[in-house]
C-alpha cells in the first residue's frame, strides 16, 4: 500500500504529454528582463545602472531584507535601460532590461561538467552560498531557501524532505531533472543534511513517475541517508503540509511552517540548484521550464536562461496555435494565467501552459446544491462553500473563526465544484482582506 | 498579436461534472423501481407519475419566470427528480388532480419560496407528500390490491398497516404476520404500497448505480437502514409478541426509498460526513418509534422532514476536521 | 370534557405566571444602565446604517458621542449639518458646520479611450480581479468596472453606464458616504468638496506611469504634464508621481485646466456649455 495523505485531495488527469521529452537547451535571448520581485518577501534592490557591462552570473540586484533573494544575469551585455515592465499579473515592476552580447562569464563558475561530491565547507558556510546565489522554492513558491534553512531558535529538523511529487498536471520539469540530474540531486541532498544537520532525508515522489522512481533508488544505495518513498498520485500531494503528512504521518500544526514538526521541505529542481551553487559557484540563473499544452506542435522541456521572454519558449515549442485562449505560468491549478507573453522567465516559473479556447475558459456559475463536494475535496478539512458564502457577505471575523487562513488555495474546491462556482476567488478574496485586518490591528 | 488572452485566477481545470449530469444520473438510478411500479401497478401509475413530473416542471417553470423574473433553469433535471419521487410516494389510485396539489406546494412551498435548488430547507417531495397526507388523508392510504394481476379495485392494507391495526386490536405479531407476504415477496415488489415502496431490489440496484457515479455516498443509506435494523432488532429482542422484526422493517413501507433517495437530497441533509451520520441516525430512530408507537404505520417520511430541520444546526457543530487542528 | 377544559387551562396559566416572574427579575438582575441621550441621538440619526461616519452604525455612531462627550471630529454625511445640530443640542453642544461632500470617478478610461488587451475572466467583482491582476488594460491603475462600488452604495447613487463601462454618480442621491470610497481597490472615488449645482472640476486618472507608458495605455491618461499646475493661479493643482491632483477645497472652478490639458484628462461636469471652439468638438461627449 502506497503513502498518501488521508483527507481530501482529488485526481486531476494527469496530461504530463512531455514525461518522455529530454531537457533541451535553449538558445541565448536577444533580450533579458530582469524582474526585481521574482521570490516572496522584499523587493531586491537594483545595483546597475544604463549602460554597465554585466556578465553572466553577475549580481544585478541584492536582497531587500532577510527574506528576499539576490538575483544575477544571466545573459552578458550592456544595461540597455532600467524601467518598470509589466509582469505576468499586469502590474509594473521594476526591471533590468539587458542587450545581449556574446556569452561571457564570470570567471568564478565553473562550467564544468565534472561531478564534485566532497566538499569541506561547514553548515553556516553552505547557507551563506545558497543565500548568495539567490536560490529560491523553485516549486512555484520562490520562498527564499536560505530563511528555510535557518530555523527559528529552538527549532530543529530532524528530516529533509525533498518535494519530487510534481502533483501538479502537464508539468514534467522535476520528473526530467531527477532523471537527468539524478547524480547531482542527490549530491545536493547531502548539502542540504549538512546544511540543517539532521540524520536523512527522503525524496518523495508519485508513482506516475515509476523512472524517475527507479532511477533514484539505485543511486540512492550509494548515499547511506538518503530514501526515497514512492506516494500514490493524488492532488495536491506537493504541498508541504501534504507531502510531510503522506511520508511521516506528522500533521503540521495549523498557522505553523513545517520546521514545527521537525521537516524542511525543498523541492528537487531546488537542490539541483544548491549543488551547483555550493559546488559550481554558479547562482541561479538557468531552470527547466516544461513549454506544454494539447494544441502546442512541440511540447518540450527547456533548459533556460532566466530572463528569457515567454513568447521565444512558446516559439521553440511550435509557436503559439491559432486558437490560444489562455497561456498559464506553471500547472493548471495553481499556477497563474498571464496578460501577455513578453513577460520574461522567472525563477518560480516551472512551466508554461498553453489552452485553447475548449479549455481555457470559466464555465458559467450555477446555484450551489450543497451537495458537499468541496467539502470531501479541500485537504485541509475546511468548508469552502461556507468560506465562499462569508467572503461575499464580508463577514471576514466569521470566515476566521471557520479557519479561512488555513487554506492553501490548491483550488481542489473549485475544480470539484458541479456549479462551477469560484469558490477559491472568494477564498482568497477573504484570506487577503483579513490578513491586511490582522496587519492593520499590529 | 489579435486575439486578446483571457485571464482568470486559478485553478484552470474543471473536474467536469454538471448539476445537471448529476440530476440526470439520480434519474437513471430511480428508472429501474419505477419501471416496476408501472409493471405492477399498470395505466394509472404511469398517468400519475407523468402528470407529477408535468406539473413540477410548469410550477417551476411558471415560478422562474413570472415570479421571481429570472431566466427559468427546469432542465437542470431537479425538478424532474422530485416530481418522480412525489410520483413515488403515492398510492397508484390517487386521483391526478390531486398529485397536482401535491407538485404545487412541493416546488412552490417545498423549493421555491426559499429560493430555489439547493436553497430549501425540506426535501421538496416529501412537503408535498406530508401536506397531501394530512389533506386527503383517505385517499393517500387507499392501497390497490396487486395480489392478482393487474389492479384490483379492492384495495389492501399495506404490511406496516396491517401490524399497525393487528397490534392495536390485540394481536401478535406472529400472529398478524401469516397475513403479510413473506420477505423474498417484499424485497422483490410484490405487495401493495405506494409507487416507489413496492421493489426493495431495485431501490439497492439505484443506490448502487449512485454510488458507483459517486452521486452520493453510502454515509446516508447505509447509516439509515442500519440504525432501523439495529433499533428493530433490540425491540423485537425485547418482545417479539409486540414488535415485528427488524429485517421486516427495513423491506417494508418507505424505508428503501426514503433511505436511498429522500435522505440524501443534496440541499436538505447535512455535508460532513460526521453530521450526514448523526442525521442518519435521528431518521432510522424516529421513524422505528413513529412506526412502533406513533399515530401513523409509516412514518419515514416525517423522519426525513424532523431530521432536515435539524441540519443546519448539524452543519453548525458538526465540522469536518480541520487538517493540523487538535 | 368540562373539568379537563379547566385543567388545560390552569396549567396553561401557572406556566405564563411563572415564566413571567422569571422574565421580570432576570430583567431585573440583568438591567444596564444607557444614558438616555444615546437614544435620543439614535433617534436623530438618519438610520441608514451606511458606516459614512466611521462607526459600525447609527446607534454606535450616538454612542460614540455620548461617551466622548463631544461632536468634534464625527460627521454624519448622510444628515449632513441638520442632524449634526440636532445631535449636538441633544448634548448641550456647540455645532460646527461641515462642507458637505461628493464622489467623483477619477477614471475616464471608457473602452474607446484604453482599449481591453486581455479579457478577464473570474469572479465578478473589482476586489478579486485587482488582488490578481492590474485589470484587463494597459493601465494597472483604472477603473476595472465590476461595480463593486454600486453594489457598496445604499443611497443609489451610483450606477455603471454600459456604453463606457465605467461608475457613474447621481450627484442629487450622493450623501458623501464614503461606502464607494473604501469599496474601490484601486481607489479611484474621492470626496470633494460640493460645488454649488454640483459643478466639478477634478482630474479623472490615476494613472501614476511615466507619460508614454500612460498615453499608451489610455487615451485620456495623465501624463504628468504639468500644464495645469502652471496654469492655475489658486496653487489648488499639485503634480506627485506623474499625475496631477486639484485641491477640492483651493479649486475656484475658473476651468482654465480644462483648457490645456493635452489629453482630457480634467473633466468639467455640470457647467453650462463653453462656446464651442473649433478645436475641441469631443469636449460635449465626456461632459455629458
Request: proline share 6%.
Amino acid at each position: 500500500m502506497l503513502k498518501t495523505f488521508k483527507k481530501g485531495g482529488v485526481h486531476p488527469s494527469h496530461n504530463k504529454l512531455t514525461a518522455q521529452k529530454p531537457i533541451e537547451q535553449l538558445p541565448l535571448p536577444k533580450t533579458a528582463t530582469f524582474i526585481n520581485t521574482q521570490h516572496i518577501g522584499a523587493p531586491s534592490k537594483i545595483l546597475v545602472k544604463r549602460g554597465d557591462e554585466i556578465k553572466v552570473g553577475q549580481l544585478i540586484a541584492e536582497s531587500g531584507g532577510f527574506v528576499s533573494a539576490n538575483i544575477h544575469s544571466s545573459v552578458s551585455g550592456k544595461v540597455a535601460k532600467i524601467d518598470s515592465v509589466i509582469d505576468s499579473g499586469g502590474y509594473r515592476k521594476d526591471a533590468v532590461l539587458i542587450n545581449v552580447e556574446g556569452d561571457v562569464w564570470e570567471e568564478s563558475i565553473d562550467r564544468s561538467s565534472t561531478l564534485i561530491t566532497e566538499t569541506s565547507l561547514d553548515k553556516t558556510e553552505i547557507i551563506k552560498k545558497i543565500n548568495k546565489a539567490g536560490i529560491v522554492g523553485m516549486g512555484g513558491a520562490t520562498f527564499p531557501t536560505h530563511v528555510k534553512l535557518s530555523p527559528p531558535p529552538g527549532m530543529k529538523a530532524d528530516l529533509v524532505i525533498i518535494n519530487g511529487v510534481e502533483c501538479e498536471p502537464y508539468l514534467t520539469s522535476d520528473h526530467r531533472l531527477m532523471l537527468e540530474k539524478g547524480e547531482e540531486l542527490m549530491v545536493g541532498i547531502t548539502l542540504l543534511i549538512k546544511a540543517l544537520g539532521t540524520e536523512r532525508a527522503i525524496i518523495g515522489i508519485e508513482n506516475n513517475k515509476p523512472d524517475a522512481i527507479e532511477h533514484l533508488k539505485a543511486l540512492s544505495k550509494k548515499y547511506k541517508n538518503i530514501e526515497v518513498c514512492p506516494l500514490k498520485v493524488k492532488y495536491p500531494q506537493g504541498s508541504e503540509k501534504h507531502l510531510i503528512k503522506a511520508i511521516t504521518g506528522r500533521e503540521v500544526p495549523s498557522g505553523g511552517l513545517p520546521i514545527a514538526v521537525g521537516t524542511v521541505v525543498n523541492n528537487v529542481a531546488t537542490a539541483i540548484s544548491v549543488y551547483e551553487a555550493v559546488m559550481k559557484n554558479k547562482p541561479l540563473i538557468e531552470r527547466v521550464v516544461t513549454v506544454t499544452g494539447k494544441h502546442l506542435a512541440q511540447p518540450s522541456n527547456f533548459y533556460v536562461r532566466l530572463g528569457t521572454p515567454v513568447s521565444t519558449l512558446i516559439e521553440a515549442a511550435g509557436g503559439l496555435p491559432e486558437n490560444t485562449a489562455k497561456v498559464i505560468s506553471g500547472g493548471p491549478m495553481m499556477g497563474r494565467s498571464m496578460v501577455n507573453l513578453g513577460v520574461p522567465v522567472t525563477k518560480g516559473m516551472s512551466g508554461i501552459l498553453v489552452f485553447d479556447d475548449a479549455e481555457g475558459h470559466r464555465k458559467p456559475v450555477k446555484s450551489c446544491i450543497r451537495c458537499g463536494r468541496c467539502i470531501v475535496a479541500c485537504p485541509m478539512g475546511l468548508e469552502p462553500h461556507l468560506l465562499m458564502t462569508l467572503s461575499e457577505k464580508q463577514m471576514w471575523e466569521k470566515a476566521e473563526e471557520e479557519k479561512i487562513m488555513n487554506c492553501i488555495e490548491c483550488g481542489s474546491c473549485s475544480f470539484t465544484c458541479p456549479s462551477n462556482r469560484p469558490l477559491l476567488d472568494y477564498i482568497r478574496l477573504g484570506k487577503s482582506t483579513f490578513g491586511a485586518i490582522i496587519r492593520n490591528r499590529k | 498579436m489579435n486575439k486578446l488572452l483571457t485571464i482568470s485566477p486559478s485553478p484552470h481545470l474543471y473536474q467536469g461534472d454538471s448539476v445537471r449530469k448529476i440530476m440526470y444520473s439520480v434519474i437513471f438510478a430511480l428508472l429501474p423501481a419505477l419501471v416496476w411500479s408501472f409493471i405492477v401497478f399498470g395505466m394509472p401509475a404511469v398517468i400519475l407519475t407523468l402528470t407529477s413530473v408535468a406539473s413540477c416542471l410548469v410550477v417551476e417553470w411558471a415560478i422562474q419566470k413570472y415570479m421571481l423574473k429570472t431566466t427559468p433553469s427546469i432542465n437542470d433535471g431537479s425538478a424532474v427528480i422530485t416530481g418522480i419521487l412525489l410520483a413515488m410516494n403515492m398510492p397508484a389510485g390517487l386521483p391526478v388532480w390531486m398529485i397536482v396539489i401535491g407538485a404545487l406546494v412541493a416546488i412552490g412551498v417545498g423549493k421555491m419560496s426559499f429560493g430555489g435548488l439547493g436553497q430549501n430547507p425540506f426535501n421538496p417531495a416529501l412537503v408535498g407528500r406530508v401536506f397531501l397526507l394530512i389533506s386527503y388523508p383517505v385517499q393517500m392510504t387507499t392501497w390497490p390490491n396487486i395480489t392478482n394481476s393487474g389492479v384490483d379495485s379492492v384495495t389492501e392494507a399495506t404490511p406496516l398497516a396491517l401490524i399497525k391495526e393487528g397490534v392495536n386490536s390485540g394481536q401478535t405479531v406472529p400472529q398478524i404476520m401469516e397475513n403479510i407476504p413473506a420477505y423474498r415477496e417484499l424485497l422483490l415488489g410484490n405487495f401493495s404500497g405506494s409507487l416507489g415502496e413496492v421493489s426493495a431490489a431495485l431501490l439497492i440496484l439505484g443506490l448502487l448505480y449512485m454510488l458507483i457515479k459517486k452521486v452520493v455516498t453510502w454515509h446516508i443509506p447505509v447509516t439509515t437502514l442500519a440504525t432501523m435494523f439495529v433499533f428493530a432488532a433490540i425491540l423485537w429482542k425485547a418482545n417479539p409478541e409486540q414488535f415485528a422484526d427488524p429485517l421486516f422493517h427495513i423491506l417494508t413501507g418507505g424505508a428503501m426509498l426514503g433511505a436511498i433517495f429522500m435522505a440524501t437530497d443534496y440541499s436538505s441533509s447535512p455535508m460532513s460526513k460526521s453530521g450526514q451520520i448523526v442525521y442518519s441516525i435521528g431518521i432510522g430512530v424516529i421513524t422505528i418509534c413513529i412506526r412502533t408507537w406513533g399515530a401513523y404505520p409509516e412514518g419515514i417520511s416525517f423522519a426525513i422532514l424532523i431530521m432536515n430541520a435539524f441540519t443546519p444546526l448539524i452543519n453548525n457543530y458538526m465540522k469536518p476536521k480541520r487538517f493540523g487542528e487538535k | 370534557m368540562g373539568i379537563s377544559l379547566v385543567y388545560t387551562i390552569i396549567t396553561v396559566s401557572s406556566i405564563g405566571v411563572t415564566a413571567a416572574i422569571i422574565l421580570y427579575f432576570a430583567a431585573r438582575k440583568f438591567y444596564v444602565y444607557e444614558d438616555p441621550r444615546i437614544d435620543e441621538i439614535e433617534e436623530a440619526l438618519p438610520a441608514a446604517n451606511c458606516g459614512g461616519c466611521g462607526y459600525a452604525g447609527c446607534r454606535a455612531f450616538a454612542d460614540a458621542i455620548v461617551k466622548d462627550n463631544s461632536i468634534e471630529g464625527k460627521n454624519c454625511p448622510v444628515g449632513g449639518n441638520d442632524t449634526m445640530s440636532k445631535a449636538a443640542s441633544i448634548m448641550g453642544l456647540e455645532a460646527v458646520n461641515q462642507t458637505p461632500r461628493i464622489a467623483v470617478i477619477r477614471c475616464n478610461g471608457a473602452c474607446e479611450h484604453r482599449p481591453n488587451t486581455r479579457n478577464y475572466e473570474g469572479a465578478s467583482t473589482c476586489a478579486i480581479e485587482a488582488m490578481h491582476f492590474g485589470g484587463s488594460t494597459d493601465c494597472q491603475y483604472g477603473c476595472l468596472g465590476l461595480a463593486d462600488c454600486v453594489a457598496s452604495c445604499d443611497f443609489n447613487a451610483l450606477h455603471m453606464d454600459s456604453e463606457t463601462g465605467l461608475p457613474v454618480v447621481s450627484d442629487e442621491n450622493c450623501v458623501g458616504c464614503g461606502a464607494c470610497v473604501k469599496a474601490c481597490p484601486k481607489d479611484l472615488i474621492e470626496l470633494r468638496k460640493q460645488m454649488p449645482k454640483y459643478r466639478k472640476i477634478f482630474v479623472a486618472c490615476r494613472n501614476e506611469d511615466k507619460g508614454a507608458a500612460a498615453k499608451k495605455a489610455c487615451a485620456v491618461a495623465c501624463i504628468g504634464c504639468g500644464k495645469c499646475e502652471k496654469e492655475c493661479k489658486y496653487d489648488a493643482i499639485v503634480i506627485k508621481n506623474n499625475l496631477a491632483f486639484i485641491d477640492s477645497d483651493k479649486c475656484k472652478l475658473c476651468r482654465k485646466c480644462v483648457s490645456v490639458c493635452p489629453t482630457n484628462a480634467i473633466i468639467e461636469e455640470n457647467f453650462p456649455p463653453r462656446k464651442i471652439k473649433a478645436e475641441e468638438p469631443e469636449k460635449a461627449g465626456i461632459e455629458a
